[in-house]
């Protein structure tokens, strides 16, 4: 069991200028003392937390003893995104912060824990975002740095279903139920729905089983998310950016240091590959040291989560070298 542990930053001020005198930053640490082995931080994607390993952990077939990401080789670090309701951490105004900020809020947590240096930064879907915006501030950060089914913008696409989320959120009878409704299918494809589901009917509800089913991820969401927690991650993914300050990707990119890979799923149909197909191109010529990966799926944005195989045998030239 890796309890959920507090760091207290103090004396902040965001972007959007709300001052905070206070910011508590939960995270769990898995694995080998920090300052005993390399460290790998893993940001987690929309509505997950730290538990990143474990009994049960959300990427525990990939990291754990003599896991792809071994924990008896590796200090691994997973913050949680402030805000995110553990802990019952919410904030009433998600206008405050940007992803940018909470790159910043990861920073210190790492400076307060002694950390300078990663031997990876990974980050799953926002998670992936927020890595993108704590790489571009501190360029030699990570050895590796290891976006997947991520981007380091909220492309049209993205903002389109954020909008869409955020009118549910607003305007439904069962917001978080009906926001998730939708989330899900931008999180799959028809081709995953078809293969299980087929038409076939739940007789006890006396609906289809596709319908059952998002109405079960509805009321399990419900059950373990607060509103505002997910109002704000929510608005968070909307926001990520790396040129909001005016500078373009490719000249933050190509100082970054370390190895970038990019993950892509190629049925995603929320972080289409095309954008990360673009980053690299865009990017190649200026700097050598990144590298596009395809995980193939029929499953679309959740396949990170899902296609384990497939995940470790991309990993594992980077974690086992």
Known sequence: MNPIQCLSLTDLKTDAGTSLAKLDLYYQHFGQALDKAPVVLINHSLTGDSDVAGQKGWWKELVGPNKTIDTNRYAVLAFNIPGNGVKGQIFSNAKDFHTGDIALFFLKGLELLGVSKLHALVGGSIGGGIA?????????????????????????????????????????????????????????????????????????????????????????????????????????????????????????????????????????????PVEDQKTYEMIKPEKTSIFYHELKSIHGHDAFLIENDAMIKILNPIFNN
């Open 132 to 272: 993108w915006e704590m790489a571009v501030m501190q360029p030699q950060l990570a050895k590796y740095i290891i976006p997947v089914a991520a981007d380091w913008k909220a492309n049209d696409w993205i903002l389109a279903n954020t909008f869409l989320q955020q009118r549910i959120l607003e305007n439904s009878n069962n917001p978080l139920e009906d926001a998730r409704i939708h989330a899900m299918l931008t999180y799959r494809t028809p081709q995953s729905f078809s293969q299980r589901f087929d038409r076939t009917i739940n007789e006890e509800m006396g609906i289809y089983n596709i319908e059952s089913w998002l109405l079960h991820h509805g009321k399990k969401l419900a059950e373990r998310f607060y509103l505002e927690a997910y109002i704000l991650v929510n608005h968070l993914l909307a926001s990520i950016n790396i040129e909001r300050k005016g500078e373009k990707a490719l000249d933050l990119i190509k100082k970054i240091e370390g190895e970038i890979h990019l993950i892509a799923v190629d049925s995603d149909l929320f972080f289409t």
